[in-house]
């Protein structure tokens, strides 16, 4: 069974940044593309990022240029630092794992529970 793991989040100023991590067990971690997902309060789920292990990345147009996705298969754990945050950016954080690029969440099979960011202005 694969199980995803998030961690790293937490209360900063705006400008700040942070450092989220999402270990995985169970699985074949090389196999799996990885992506970052957040949701708001009163919002639907929305694509952050993604990377598969042949090299691929791609994120979305409103964190381009501040957030930076990357994975160590060594350790069975993708990243996502985030930097120049914004009030904006306040939400639930999730880690998702699966065997397609997609930036719907149909396209994933495997979710984390979340971890919270808040950013304050």
């Known amino acids: 069974q694969v199980q995803l793991v998030e961690s790293g989040g937490g209360l900063v100023q705006a400008g700040g940044s942070l450092r989220l991590s999402c270990a995985v067990s169970?699985?074949?971690?090389?196999?799996?593309?990885m992506g970052w997902f957040r949701q708001a309060p009163g919002k639907e789920r929305e694509f952050v990022a993604l990377n598969w292990s042949g090299g691929i990345t791609n994120s979305a147009d409103s964190v381009k240029g501040r957030f930076t996705i990357s994975r160590d298969n060594a350790k069975n754990t993708v990243f996502l630092q985030m930097n120049n945050l914004k009030p904006e950016d306040t939400a639930v954080y999730l880690c998702?794992?699966?065997?397609?690029?997609?930036?719907?969440?149909?396209?994933?099979?495997?979710w984390g529970q979340g971890t919270q960011v808040t950013v304050s202005s």
């Open positions: 169970g699985g074949t971690f090389s196999n799996y593309i």
């Open positions: 998702a794992a699966g065997p397609r690029m997609g930036v719907t969440t149909v396209s994933w099979v495997y």
